[in-house]
């Protein structure tokens, strides 16, 4: 299926994730904001010394707040990611990826119709074969944190529902 944006599914999750930024990626973004509002202060002098850092430290936090928005999720009969969605029926088979795997899945020889939500700070990621004739996307590859739960939270639902 491809990605759509219908309203949310009420079912219960049997697994569920955000791709949220890492900490240290929080306080690597602390550290550049502390150095370009010192930067900025001293070309200009004269402006109060809070105005930078009033302007760096929320605008970064919410650009990390929204990098980090994405949810995986795994109900009894579909697969959500953000607003993309995938019937359970149509997954033939689940793959879980570490870094080497996910950078092969996605480099040189990937599927140009495949879709991909990949986060570059999660390492790992399942590749979700599909068997849809009326869909030509062979695959999808989605980053996790844990490609082991989810693939088997998948797996599991699949053989609940055939």
């Known amino acids: 299926m491809t990605p759509q944006s219908p309203a949310r ?23 550049v904001d502390l150095i370009i509002g010192f930067e900025i202060l001293l070309g200009f002098p004269h402006l109060p010394a809070w105005v930078p850092f009033a302007v760096l430290l929320p605008a970064s936090a919410a650009l990390l707040v929204w990098s980090g928005r994405i949810r995986v999720t795994v109900t009894a009969e579909e697969f959500l990611v953000d607003d993309a969605r995938l019937p359970l029926a149509v997954i033939s088979d689940v793959v879980a990826l570490d870094a080497a795997g996910k950078r092969e899945s996605l480099g040189v020889g990937a599927h ?51």
Do not use: C, M, N
């Not at 009420?10 to 602390?30: F, K």
């Not at 991909?116 to 869909?135: F, H, M, S, T």
């Open 9 to 31: 599914s009420t079912e219960a999750a049997l697994y569920t994730e955000r791709l949220g930024i890492s900490p240290w990626a929080w306080l690597a973004t602390l550290a």
């Open 112 to 162: 140009p119709l495949s879709f991909v939500i990949q986060r570059p700070w999660i390492g790992p990621a399942v590749q979700i074969l599909l068997d849809d004739p009326d869909d030509p996307t062979p695959f999808w590859v989605i980053s996790t944190r844990h490609p082991v739960e989810l693939a088997t939270a998948l797996l599991d639902a699949i053989k609940k529902i055939r």
